[in-house]
């Protein structure tokens, strides 16, 4: 079945305690988003990934590292997590186009983080 | 700045009704719109996808329209049913970006 998996589901952690959220597609997409979703904000794009070991800021990338290591996988690393992170997350994932656009993006079940 | 706007944020319909969800965007230099629908909790799926050079995509009851001119894009769900009750989402991606961006969506009630 195709999918994109996120682990852990729900985390609850303190503040500066590092921590990693893993995506993983088996689509074989070249492209990868993480995105952060708040009440009254919307959905809002972290970072992005065009392939391996290419990766690129989105509009809220302060406080989050990325790495693609992987073509299937594009974990989100908090450093030193604060409240103001709490959030639902989610990975995305799809094929790019001839003019290296985006097509279809299918996305993962989501990540509940509450910082403490 | 490239916004996407969804009015209204809620609205409910009768079931068996139409229903008809807008999307507008600030700038034409779209490579593509998506429509997307999540339920409460849950992830996004993908409704239907429409290519810059396209006027408009069906699946089913759902038909989606778009005019880059006007920068609006319309999602019909014909006959409504209470199984259609979600958040929908509108998202433009612009050339260049690589980046979704998104509207607040549409809190859809469906009553039976």
């Known amino acids: 079945e195709a999918q994109v998996t996120q682990n852990p589901r729900y985390l609850i952690t303190v503040t500066g305690k590092k921590l990693t959220v893993t995506c993983s597609q088996n689509?074989?997409?070249?492209?990868m988003s993480w995105y952060r979703q708040d009440p009254g904000l919307g959905l809002r794009q972290i970072y992005y990934?065009?392939?391996?070991?290419?990766?690129d800021k989105g509009d809220v990338p302060e406080g989050y590292k990325v790495s693609r290591k992987e073509k299937r996988n594009f974990p989100l690393i908090l450093e030193s997590p604060s409240p103001n992170q709490t959030s639902l997350y989610f990975c995305?994932?799809?094929?790019?186009?001839?003019?290296?656009?985006?097509?279809?993006?299918?996305f993962g079940p989501g990540t509940r983080l509450t910082v403490l | 700045k490239q916004e996407v706007t969804q009015i209204p944020a809620a609205l409910s319909v009768p079931e068996g009704e139409n229903l008809v969800l807008n999307c507008s965007f600030t700038?034409?230099?779209?490579?593509?719109l998506q429509w997307f629908r999540q339920d409460p909790g849950k992830g996004l799926t993908s409704l239907l996808l429409?290519?810059?050079?396209?006027r408009e995509q069906t699946s089913g009851r759902l038909n989606a329209s778009l005019d880059k001119s006007s920068g609006r894009s319309t999602l019909y769900i014909a006959a409504s049913q209470p199984g259609d009750s979600a958040t929908y989402l509108c998202?433009?991606?612009?050339?260049?970006?690589?980046?979704?961006?998104f509207g607040k969506g549409n809190q859809v009630v469906v009553i039976p």
């Open positions: 995305a994932s799809s094929f790019l186009g001839a003019s290296k656009g985006t097509d279809t993006q299918y």
């Open positions: 689509m074989n997409h070249e492209y």
């Open positions: 990934s065009m392939n391996v070991e290419v990766t």
């Open positions: 700038d034409s230099a779209i490579y593509n």
């Open positions: 429409i290519q810059s050079s396209q």
């Open positions: 998202a433009v991606e612009y050339y260049g970006n690589n980046r979704l961006a």
